[in-house]
């Protein structure tokens, strides 16, 4: 019996030894190139939003307004990162672009501040007169069309192109990975 266990366990380590050594042959040739992902931008989400009716803006008082949009860039991650949000405003179909916190002045007594707020998955945008007499919301005050654009920056992009003044549209349409050309996002 005991010769028996000797042979079975000899055996057993044999075969497991053999077994598990294999010869690793050379590599392979490198496959074909694979399809052209679809394009992307992974920095930067430029958001339009447009607000073409005086029915999405909330009204508070006679002199403050406002409106949330949603946002799907605007993640608490995004903002934890140090990621930044700016916002423009056009009220020419965008041909021209303003940064926000913008003043529209009626005249010289009456003037109207647009400002916004960010937070996880929102900006709210804020029209707000500098006195209590009731005046119109941003949209007929500014004659028909508001758009904003929601620019959502990484710090990747904001290392890659420092001294860029964010805050200004000629200088943040520019940049390649924001894709903003004239205005429409593409």
Request: aromatic residues 14%.
């Amino acid at each position: 019996m005991k010769h028996f266990s000797a042979l079975f366990i000899s055996s057993a380590l044999c075969i497991g030894l053999f077994a598990s050594c294999a010869k690793q042959g050379p590599a392979g040739d490198i496959g074909p190139q694979g399809p052209q992902g679809p394009l992307g931008n992974a920095n930067v989400q430029p958001v339009f939003d447009s607000t073409n009716s005086s029915s999405n803006w909330n009204y508070i008082t006679g002199n403050y307004w406002y409106v949330s949009f949603a946002n799907q860039y605007l993640t608490s991650s995004f903002i934890k990162s140090g990621g930044i949000a700016e916002v423009f405003m056009s009220t020419d179909n965008g041909k021209v672009w303003s940064n926000l916190p913008t003043t529209y002045y009626a005249d010289t007594v009456h003037n109207a501040q647009m400002t916004y707020t960010t937070s996880a998955n929102t900006v709210t945008l804020y029209f707000t007169w500098n006195d209590t007499k009731q005046h119109t919301d941003p949209v007929t005050t500014y004659g028909g069309t508001c758009i904003f654009n929601v620019v959502c920056i990484t710090p990747a992009v904001m290392k890659k192109y420092p001294g860029t003044n964010w805050s200004n549209y000629q200088s943040v349409s520019i940049i390649p990975e924001l894709g903003l050309k004239s205005g429409v996002r593409e």
